[in-house]
């Protein structure tokens, strides 16, 4: 049985469950806590010992810098540092999908309040503003109009992160009060949800209801298009549904978490994560 690495940074519902599923496979395997991890170059055998390590870890940055010195190192990791580097960054998730020629709203890049605002007056109210690292909903902003883009644009530039200053706007989707989040692993769409809501912002850290979503021949092609375009092997992808256009795709999560769909869909994400891990593990 290969030895596997998991590095979290908080016991979430969902590393109780892959720790529980771990474990009832027998699996023999470590919990690394990313706020206790010091990445010692002198401790590079001590790493050698795990034939995989899935990283689940909240803060992107702790976590892509540790696949980073964990690949440099020769661990195998699920995901790969690349593959965090691509689904972390949104702007970076869009220059992807835009290689492949996977459809997904037209978005604008900024680097001054000014040209920021030009460009989101050429792109046409309404519009989504977005950071291009963030998680869970948050720092979102509909602008409706000249005004709102003036005070957000203000707001970001003085926040001091230089993060802030990459202006990242996406055209407004008229979603039908819901997105889809499929869950990719292995090269296989493993089930979706609908994220439900009267808020514009369908995520379930934002309030939104998961209803079960029909995988169809579209939405499984999409799916896996988008996940071979950011190079990931577990991977949680959002879909939007556009009126005119169909199916395309908003973002790509790397680390996702699944409280809503694994109890929504019946599906064990879990189990089928710790499966995929132990496959890549025995290579």
């Known amino acids: 049985m290969p030895k596997i690495g998991v590095l979290f940074s908080r016991l979430r519902v969902e590393e109780k469950w892959i720790f529980e599923a771990l474990e009832s496979r027998g699996v023999d395997y470590d919990r690394i806590d990313d706020r206790k991890l010091v990445l010692d170059s002198k401790g590079v055998e001590t790493w050698q010992q795990y034939d995989c390590v899935l990283e689940r870890s909240i803060s992107y940055y702790s976590g892509l810098y540790a696949l980073k010195v964990l690949n440099g190192w020769g661990i195998r990791t699920v995901n790969t540092a690349l593959t965090a580097e691509v689904c972390g960054d949104k702007l970076a998730t869009s220059c992807a999908l835009e290689k492949a020629g996977i459809p997904q709203p037209r978005y ?19 519009v989504v503003i977005k950071p291009v690292v963030g998680s869970w909903g948050r720092l979102l902003a509909k602008l409706n109009d000249r005004d709102a883009a003036e005070a957000i644009l203000e ?123 132990l496959k890549v593990a025995k290579r």
């Open 108 to 126: 604008v890049c900024a680097f001054t309040p000014e040209s920021a605002l030009d460009a989101i007056e050429a792109l046409g109210y309404p």
């Open 155 to 277: 707001h970001k530039s003085t926040l001091g992160s230089a993060l802030h200053s990459v202006f990242y706007v996406q055209e407004y989707i008229d979603k039908p009060g819901r997105d889809i989040r499929a869950i990719v692993i292995d090269g296989k769409v493993v089930t979706a949800i609908y994220r439900k809501s009267q808020h514009w912002i369908t995520n379930t850290a934002r309030g939104g209801e998961g209803e079960i979503c029909p995988i169809t021949p579209d939405l499984e092609s999409i799916c896996l298009k988008a996940a071979a375009a950011v190079g990931g092997e577990i991977l949680a992808v959002d879909v939007f549904e556009d009126a005119n256009r169909g199916l395309m795709i908003n973002e790509i999560n790397h680390t996702m978490e699944f409280h809503t769909l694994q109890p929504t869909t019946g599906v064990n994400i879990a189990d089928h994560i710790v499966e995929y891990v």
